[in-house]
């Protein structure tokens, strides 16, 4: 270690992607001296690979691609003159106390040990691949996750097959389907599990606009052809999402793209024993997007999986607030944390506690969709009215502090039919 | 004049042999192989034991018997010479009936009856203290001390490197179609890519070897596929610190629960019988993995959730008429030496199976054989970045900077290290760029996220350092490309 050349700063992000250079471009704004870290030749992240629109509404109130996006955050963290480093890979974080950490990494020019008094880790999410859902059966070539597919097209352009199945509704299955379907391909069906579709709205009209046929509780079981993917077996589901003995068919096509969800990456996290919240997969995290380890901090993908890239971005400017707070005070300042716990109807939510010292967005799913809602608090008396809700889309809700501070222990977030 | 050795099949077999030969001035060797790289075939997918050598009958399979304990020993000289990934952890074949205590007992007869050295029986107490988090059900075990376990492609791997520095030539994508012999003797091997001459072929064609023993005219043998099928679970998830096995049943060894090389939880293999004709059926199945599921759960109660599962595989067994494997210089066809029926445990016999040849060469086939003044028994590593200090890093930047950067983020692979592998598929003499062939030499892809992120980066290397467009680059060879062209190729209308 000693040998090691050494850095100083005050904050590292690591990852650069929308949450981690959200995060820098804040801290630098906050006078804090920042360096961001990424893995990729480039910054953005995922974003260069994502070549579709939906990107910035809320952020820019404009509808840009991914690398637009990620162009405008690059562009500003060059202006402000923050740190930053490429093809860094972080190979360990270490916690010698609440004020002084130490991020070990690796680039071409070597490795190197930076001294820190925060992190924001923003390292976002891995998918998950056809073997964590149980498929068996061949593994020739023509089988790739989506993310995966996405970069080989739009980054190293390459057309992958003429014939696709697509496994999961969700925003990105959907968006692979176009992008198949634009290049010419046949997009022979989109597969879901769940008795309805996973994607934001304007996402299932892909469906139609392209005539992609939707196959709801069904799940792929199986894929053969030895050397590239021939067929793929398919089978019906209960509601309990049993298989339903008898209905196998068979799909011919030459491309299977697992589409199936996104898993936070939390490898660093856990190495030193921040708290982990098994249903977002993400660390367990405050309102300032803090972990369960003083001093380190959170956003984006690796906290909880989110739809829209503006909320990435809002949770790596936040944690740069929390990472300026923890600084200026040498701790986050707090009377109390109060726990938000998951009532009816809610599958996951972050921030997990609250200080009632500012006011706080609360991000959220549910575990089913209904129609004509209400989200309630009932600890300090909040209700909201909605038309529907779904799994696929995140709840985000304000609380502000005068309601926190009505609690007494925890509060509740429930969703429940009127 | 040198006498030309052909030896049909790169798997651990045929690269042992090849590399035992390598040793001989006067015999100028061809490894010749059908797939576009080494280790491909049986070799590839197994359970990656050095066996103990205790349960081999040997009264019934002989040969068996007497290489895989030979085998053994001298896998403790290979791993070292040639850098070979191992570890030497032990076995417990686990009871857990009073009945169980008499197999143990009779395997522990057979063990010293084959001269393997340390077993004991165990019980209860010293049981748990080997493995404590074993099933509360196990009542004693017999304890194999000697068992171990290799990384098997990485194996092949590293003896074919040093066979070729050694001047053996290889032969990849090259299939074996006839052999040619005249008035009882060995001429050479045909093969798509031509003809070969050879005063001796050697058959170590895996589950193939019958079909190319029919093609030199003997037919005494057929070879069925058995096939096994595995999980391999996610990092971190933790396994047993010793190789554990059920009291076998007179089918099989049963299932084991390991913790493989690379840390990882594993348990596999089951058994099924396929017909001859089944040898490629490499296809992973639901009821077989539930089998393995079920056996593994008797040994090691605590498996991980089924979404801990990063991969499931199968491999196939070559059983041959008889059992026993078949090691001998034919009689008919002099020159012609089968190497075949290479089951389980060949993997562990393969050193002692190539001194074996060696020996039938010079014993059988009457050539001297005259040694080289210099030999190289060593083979030096790749380069991996998981196993290097930051301080390391710091040294090997210095030569290549792209040694560091991390390619692989779950088993954290610089593109240093993709580079290296590259140059040495070349080598010898990978002609295809594959990932796979990366993905043997240096662990990118095998982890967590299963290559969803370093594939495309390894594809694009490949791409650049074999000068073709990326989607030419194959996972495993030829009909395996990654794509179908550039983006726009069915756009334009112009696909093949
Ligand atoms: C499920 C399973 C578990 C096992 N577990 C263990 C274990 O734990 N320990 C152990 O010691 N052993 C184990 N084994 C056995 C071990 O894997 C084999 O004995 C060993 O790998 C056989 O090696 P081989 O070189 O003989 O065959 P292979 O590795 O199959 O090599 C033969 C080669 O010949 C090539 N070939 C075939 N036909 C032609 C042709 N016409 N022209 C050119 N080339 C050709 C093939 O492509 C192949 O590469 C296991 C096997 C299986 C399947």
């Known amino acids: 270690m000693n040998d090691l050349p050494m850095l100083n700063y005050d904050v590292v992000v690591i990852g650069g992607g929308p949450a981690g250079m959200a995060a820098a471009v804040r801290a630098k704004e906050l006078g804090l001296k920042v360096l961001l870290l990424d893995d990729n030749d480039y910054l953005g992240g995922i974003l260069p690979q994502c070549i579709h629109p939906g990107f910035g509404l809320h952020y820019f109130k404009e509808e840009l691609t991914g690398p637009e996006f990620a162009a405008r955050f690059a562009k500003r963290l060059v202006e402000l003159g923050v740190d930053y480093r490429t093809a860094a890979r972080v190979l360990e974080i270490k916690n010698y106390s609440d004020l002084e950490k130490v991020v070990v990494f690796s680039s071409p020019s070597g490795a190197y040990q930076v001294w820190t008094k925060t992190i924001i880790y923003a390292a976002g999410a891995r998918e998950r691949h056809a073997f964590e859902i149980g498929i068996v059966g061949d593994r020739g070539a023509g089988i790739y996750t989506a993310g995966e597919a996405q970069t080989l097209m739009d980054i190293y352009g390459v057309m992958l097959g003429k014939e696709i199945v697509i496994v999961g509704s969700g925003d990105v299955g959907l968006i692979m389907a176009r992008r198949f379907a634009l290049e010419g391909a046949k997009v022979k069906a989109v597969i879901e599990l769940m008795p309805y579709p996973g994607g934001l709205a304007r996402n299932i009209m892909i469906l139609r606009d392209f005539d992609i046929p939707l196959y709801l509780s069904h799940k792929v079981v199986e894929v053969r052809g030895k050397e590239r993917v021939e067929r793929v077996k398919i089978v019906k589901v209960d509601e309990n999402l049993r298989e339903i003995p008898g209905t196998e068919f068979w799909i011919e096509a030459d491309t299977l793209i697992i589409s199936a969800g996104l898993v936070p990456s939390v490898k660093l996290l856990t190495a030193i024993g921040v708290e982990i919240d098994p249903t977002t997969g993400g660390p367990v995290v405050n309102d300032l997007f803090e972990t369960s380890v003083p001093g380190i901090f959170a956003a984006g993908n690796s906290v909880i999986i989110n739809d829209l890239v503006d909320y990435v971005a809002e949770q790596g400017e936040l944690a740069a607030e929390g990472a300026k707070l923890f600084i200026d005070n040498e701790g986050i300042p707090t009377r109390r944390w109060i726990k938000l716990e998951k009532g009816e109807n809610v599958r996951l939510l972050v921030p997990h506690y609250l200080s009632g010292e500012r006011d706080v967005w609360i991000y959220a799913r549910v575990s089913k969709p209904m129609e004509n809602v209400e989200v309630r608090f009932p600890e300090i008396g909040k209700k909201l009215r909605l038309p529907v809700v779904k799994p696929a889309e995140m709840l985000r809700m304000k609380l502000r502090k005068e309601e926190i501070a009505k609690a007494r222990d925890g509060i509740t977030m429930e969703v429940v039919p009127l | ?496």
Not at chain 2, 36 to 41: A, K, L, M, Q
Not at chain 2, 373 to 389: A, C, G, Q
């Open chain 2, 1 to 496: 004049m040198k006498t030309k050795v052909a030896i049909i099949g790169a798997g651990i077999s045929g690269a042992s042999i090849a590399r035992v030969l390598s040793r001989y001035e006067n015999l100028e060797v061809h490894l010749i192989e059908k797939a576009p790289d080494v280790g491909w075939g049986v070799s590839k997918a197994n359970t990656a034991l050095i066996h103990g050598g205790y349960d081999d009958d040997p009264k019934k399979y002989p040969m068996r018997a007497k290489l895989c304990i030979r085998g053994n020993r001298l896998w403790h000289q290979w791993v070292k010479e040639l850098e070979i990934p191992h570890v030497w952890n032990g076995a417990l074949i686990v009871a857990t009936k009073e009945e169980d205590f008499d197999e143990l007992e009779k395997l522990l007869e057979r063990g010293r009856e084959n001269g393997v050295p340390e077993m004991r029986i165990v019980d209860k107490e010293e049981l748990f203290h080997l493995e404590p988090n074993l099933t509360k059900e196990a009542i004693g075990a017999l304890w194999v001390p000697i068992v171990g376990q290799i990384g098997p492609i990485p194996a092949v791997i590293a003896i074919v490197e040093n066979a070729v520095a050694n001047g053996v030539k290889t032969h990849l994508e090259t299939e074996v179609t006839g052999i040619k012999v005249e008035n009882g003797e060995v001429k050479g091997v045909e093969t798509k890519n031509g003809f070969i001459e050879a005063d001796i072929v050697i058959n170590a064609a895996g589950l193939y070897a019958d079909e190319i023993a029919r093609m030199a005219g003997i037919d005494y043998f057929e070879i069925h596929p058995r096939k096994g099928e595995y999980f391999l679970f996610d990092e971190g998830i933790p396994g047993p610190r010793r190789v554990l096995f059920p009291t076998p049943t007179p089918i099989s060894k049963g299932i084991v629960v390991t913790t493989e090389i690379s840390g990882h939880l594993m348990i596999g293999p089951n058994a099924q019988d396929l017909p001859p004709e089944e040898k490629e059926n490499l296809a992973t199945t639901r009821e077989g993995l539930e089998q393995v599921w079920e056996g593994a759960k008797k040994l090691w109660p605590q498996l991980p959730p089924r979404s801990k599962v990063i991969r499931t595989f199968a491999g196939l067994r070559p059983e041959p008429t008889g059992g026993d494997f078949i090691i001998k210089a034919e009689e008919e066809v002099w020159g012609f030496i089968n190497v075949a029926g290479i089951r389980s445990p060949g993997l562990t016999s393969a050193p002692a199976i190539a001194y074996e040849v060696a020996e039938i060469i010079r014993h059988d086939l009457g050539i001297e054989l005259v040694e080289k003044r210099k030999w190289n028994p060593y083979r030096k590593e790749i380069t991996h970045f998981f196993m290097l200090s930051p301080a390391q890093i710091n040294e090997v930047v210095k030569r290549d900077p792209a040694y560091g950067k991390v390619i692989c983020r779950c088993n954290r692979v610089s593109e240093g290290d993709v580079l290296e592998a590259i140059e040495r598929m070349k080598f010898i003499g990978v002609k295809t760029p594959s990932v796979d062939s990366v993905k043997f030499r240096t662990k990118a892809t095998t982890g967590t996220c299963q290559g969803s992120f370093c594939r495309p980066r390894i594809i694009q290397l490949l791409a650049r350092e074999y000068g073709v467009g990326p989607w030419e680059v194959t996972l495993k060879g030829k009909g395996s490309e990654v794509g179908i062209g550039d983006v726009k190729v069915l756009f334009r209308g112009e696909d093949a």
